[in-house]
C-alpha cells in the first residue's frame, strides 16, 4: 500500500521537520514544500555535515529524489539562487530534480523593506517576524498584484507588474534610498534569475498526480507550525500562511484522498521564537538549561528560542485541525538530565478549568497552565534507536503523550543526526 504523508509541525515551528522530512524522503519518490518561504529554516545532520534549507524541500539531501516548490510557497529568488549555490558546494546535484510551480508568488525585496518598516511601526506590539518579506509578499498575493515564477519569463508584462507596484507601494518606495526600493535593481535581477528559473518550472499538480498514479510516493513538507496558522494560530502573532494539513492541498494543487497519513512533529518541550502567547514558557533557569541543551537558537535569524513544557492543550488543538494520524517526537534527549517534567493538561481562564485553546485565540495570553508532574528518567538517551532500549520512564512520557492525543508514535528523534534515530 502507498504511504502518502504529510508533515506538519504541531507547535510553534522548529519541531524537527527537516530531520523527520530527511528520514521519510528515504521512503518516498517526491517530496513537496507547500507553503512558507525563507522564513523556515530546516535542519538536517547527516554525515558530519550540517544543512540548513530554507526554501528547498528537505528531501534534496536524499541522492535522486525529486523535490517540488508549490504554489502555496513564496520564493524569495535571491535566497533561493543562495541555496542552490549551496547544494554546489555541497556536491548535491539538483538539476533535473527540483522543479517549481509557474503559480508561485515571488517575496522581492522591497516586501524585506515593507517587512522592516511594518514591524517597526507595530512598536510594543511587534510580531517578530523573521524579516524575510513573508507577510507583505503573501499579502500581495492575496490582493491579486503578486508577481509570479511565470510572470519571469514575459518581460513587458513583468515590467508592467512592476511598474504598478511603484503605484501602489508609493508610501513604502517613492523617495527611499534604501536599495531594496529599486524597481529597475529588482527587474534586472529577477531577468537573471529567469534563466536558472526556466529549466524548473513545472505544472507541480500534474506531476504530483502523474507520479500518484503511477505509484510512487509523495511526501508533503510544511513549514512552520500548527500555532503560526494565519487563521488557526496564535493571531496576529502568526505567520501568513496556512501551515496546516489544509496548505498541503491548496499548496500544491491536489485532492485530499492524495495523503494516506497526516505525521505530526512534536517537539518533546515546546519552544517559540518572536513574540506571542505561550502558555507553558519558562522564564527561569529550568527555561536557560532546556535552550542550552537543546542549543535553541533560530535555524534562520538566530534569535534564542522562548522555550518551555510540554503543552498537551495546544497539541490536542494541533491534532484536531490537521487530523494528525501518527506523532514524530523529537529532541528527547534534551529532557535527559530532569529529575521531574512537567505536562501541561488543562489551561485555567477567567475561572474556569479547560481542556481545549480559548474560543478567542487571542485570550492564550491570558491562560494559567495546569500541570501533571512526570518522573524524569535521568539516563543518556542520546543516540537510542529502539524504542525497547529507552528508559521506562522516558517510555511512559512518550506513551502518556501519544495516549492523550490518541495518536501512534511513528518517530522517536534522540539526537540531531539522522542515525539518532527510533522508528517505531
Ligand atoms: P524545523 O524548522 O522544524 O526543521 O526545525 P529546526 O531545524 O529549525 O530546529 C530543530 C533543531 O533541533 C535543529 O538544530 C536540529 O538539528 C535539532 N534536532 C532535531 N532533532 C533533534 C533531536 O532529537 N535531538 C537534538 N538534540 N536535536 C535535534
Ligand atoms: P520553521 O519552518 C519558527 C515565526 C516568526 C514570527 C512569526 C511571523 O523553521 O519551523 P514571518 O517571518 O513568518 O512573518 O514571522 O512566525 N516563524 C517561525 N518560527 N519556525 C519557523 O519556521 C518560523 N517561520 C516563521 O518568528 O514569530
Ligand atoms: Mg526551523
Redesign the pocket.
Known amino acids: 500500500m502507498s504511504n502518502n504523508r504529510v508533515v506538519v ?1 504541531c507547535q ?4 524537527g ?1 527537516g530531520k523527520i522530512v530527511d528520514l521519510l524522503a528515504a521512503q518516498s519518490d517526491v517530496i513537496a514544500r507547500f507553503q ?1 518561504g525563507a ?4 535542519t538536517i545532520h547527516v554525515d558530519g555535515r550540517k544543512y540548513v534549507l530554507h526554501l528547498i524541500p528537505s528531501g534534496i539531501i536524499q541522492p535522486g529524489k525529486t523535490c517540488v516548490i508549490g504554489n502555496g510557497v513564496v520564493l524569495d529568488p535571491i535566497d533561493f539562487r543562495t541555496e542552490l549555490d549551496f547544494l554546489t558546494e555541497e556536491g548535491i546535484e539538483y538539476k533535473g530534480r527540483l522543479f517549481v510551480s509557474p503559480a508561485t508568488n515571488l517575496v522581492l525585496p522591497y516586501h524585506k523593506l515593507i ?1 522592516a518598516v511594518e514591524e517597526e511601526s507595530r512598536g510594543t506590539g511587534s ?6 518579506g ?2 507583505p509578499a503573501y499579502v500581495d498575493k492575496v490582493a491579486r498584484h503578486g508577481i509570479r515564477v511565470a510572470d519571469l519569463f514575459e518581460p513587458e508584462r513583468l515590467r508592467r507588474r512592476l511598474d504598478y507596484q511603484r503605484t501602489i507601494k508609493s508610501r513604502y518606495l517613492e523617495g527611499s534610498t534604501d536599495e531594496r526600493a529599486d524597481l529597475d535593481r529588482t527587474y534586472n535581477m529577477l531577468l537573471e534569475m529567469a534563466e536558472i528559473l526556466r529549466p524548473m518550472v513545472v505544472d507541480v499538480s500534474l506531476l504530483l498526480h502523474k507520479s500518484y498514479r503511477e505509484g510512487k510516493v509523495m511526501l508533503y513538507e510544511g ?3 500548527c500555532m ?1 496558522d494565519v487563521d488557526l494560530g496564535t493571531y496576529p ?4 500562511s496556512n501551515t496546516t494539513t489544509g496548505g498541503a492541498l491548496t499548496g500544491l494543487g491536489i485532492g485530499p484522498k492524495m495523503i494516506d497519513e497526516v505525521v505530526g512533529v512534536v517537539k518533546a518541550y515546546t519552544t517559540r ?4 502567547p505561550f502558555p507553558t514558557e519558562l522564564i527561569d533557569d529550568c527555561g536557560e538549561e532546556i535552550r542550552r541543551l537543546g542549543d535553541e537558537y ?3 535569524t538566530g534569535r534564542p528560542r522562548r522555550c518551555g513544557w510540554l503543552d498537551l492543550v495546544a497539541l490536542r488543538h494541533a491534532v484536531r485541525i490537521n487530523g494528525v494520524d501518527s506523532i514524530a517526537i523529537t529532541k528527547l534527549d534534551v529532557l535527559d538530565n530532569q529529575a521531574e517534567l512537567k505536562v501541561c493538561t488543562h489551561y485555567e481562564l477567567e475561572g474556569q478549568t479547560i481542556d481545549q485553546v480559548p474560543l478567542d485565540m487571542a485570550k492564550l495570553q491570558y491562560v494559567k497552565p495546569v500541570y501533571k508532574a512526570i518522573p524524569g528518567w535521568q539516563a543518556d538517551t542520546t543516540g537510542i534507536t529502539s524504542f525497547d532500549d529507552l528508559p521506562e520512564k522516558a517510555k511512559a512520557y512518550l506513551n502518556y503523550i501519544a495516549d492523550d492525543l490518541g495518536v501512534v508514535i511513528r518517530v522517536v528523534s534522540t539526537g540531531a543526526k539522522r542515525e539518532e534515530t527510533i522508528m517505531v
Open positions: 509541525g510553534w515551528g522548529d519541531e521537520k512558507g522564513n523556515a529554516g530546516h517587512d510580531i517578530g517576524t523573521t524579516k524575510r513573508i507577510g513549514a512552520q507550525g503560526l502573532f502568526a505567520t501568513s521564537v518572536g513574540s506571542g533560530g535555524a534562520t
